[in-house]
């Protein structure tokens, strides 16, 4: 009988092994399958015995060398000694010389070798962190996550079972209900009470246009792109504050955060002000006093203090007042 093949279930591998002894030093196994690698096993002893794990070599072990992690388990064939139970060993595996294991037991005659794969990693490029090419908790929340943001997508770009038609400023948007009602207090307000939208499960967002109200669906769908969600951030601005979507209102003013500017400052601390943006307005006032810039836009200060809130106007005062340092 030979006794090279390995038998695997799941995650699992054995090897029985027979006349291992004083005449037969070395023994490997066939190649088998676990992830997407060959794999052989090897008993040697030379003084003790050593057992080894390792890929096929093959152009998937050498573009994609695994990361294994595994336990062993010796047992002798109809005998009541213990078995021999490995540490959890976890290594980057290219060739048999990458892993020998001493096992304690000096076993001969016949054994079985069980190899349990905890986990299988693909090895990082330049010595990044493995992926797992088993799926964890954290991987099938994504997979379960993805499945649902393109059910969600589906709904929202083919109108299934839509309940809600929007009315924008340039033409009309079907929605649902449920989506807007579990986003927004106030859509769920619309549809709680006796009011026009519940009795026609139509809205009027006519301060939008229809493409910017459809970058806000996406945005509630989970579905919105960043070159959708920057093109209309400003819109999606005023309709967050609208409708008390505050993940929304932080994400606008997070992202108008990032490439404030000298061509947009002064616009930037009026929508702070506006829309009680506290982290953006102390952004635009140091950008404006601390870091010097109100001299880069002096020509553009007096039509801001003509048309800005007078409370602001005497709040950039008091600042200036206090950081003023003359050239």
Partial sequence: MVDTKVETIARL??????????TTAYKR?????????????????????????????SRVSKDQP?????????????????????????RLLRTSDDFACPVDVNFQGRFVIDVEFLDLKICGVNGGEGSSIWPSDGMMQYLATQSTLRCLSRMLDEAIHSDVTINTCDGTLKAHR??????SP???????????????STIDIEDMTSESCMALLSYLYGTISQ????????????????????????????????????????????????YHLNKLKKGCMMYLLDFGKIYDVRDEM?????????????????????????M
């Fill in 186 to 200: 106030v859509f769920l307000s619309m549809f709680q009470h006796d009011l026009k939208e519940k009795e026609s």
């Fill in 66 to 90: 695994p990361i294994a992690r595994f336990v062993i388990r010796v047992t002798t064939a109809g005998s009541n000694r213990r078995p021999y139970i490995s540490p959890i060993h976890e």
């Fill in 302 to 326: 007096n039509e801001f203090f003509r048309h800005a809130d007078r409370e602001l106007v005497v709040e950039m005062f008091q600042e200036l007042l206090a950081v003023w340092k003359p």
């Fill in 227 to 274: 070159e959708d969600f920057w093109k209309h951030r400003l819109a999606l601005l005023s309709a967050a504050n609208k409708y008390d979507i505050v993940d929304l209102k932080d994400a606008c003013e997070e992202s108008l955060l990032e490439d404030i500017s000298t061509a947009n400052v002064l616009e930037r601390l009026q929508e702070a002000w506006l």
């Fill in 29 to 57: 196994s066939d190649p088998f399958k676990i992830g997407i690698w060959n794999w052989h096993i090897s008993v040697e002893k030379n003084r003790s015995v050593y057992i080894r794990l390792f890929p096929e070599p």
């Fill in 13 to 22: 591998a054995q090897w029985k092994v027979d006349n291992f002894g004083p």
């Fill in 178 to 183: 449920a989506i807007l009602s579990a986003s």
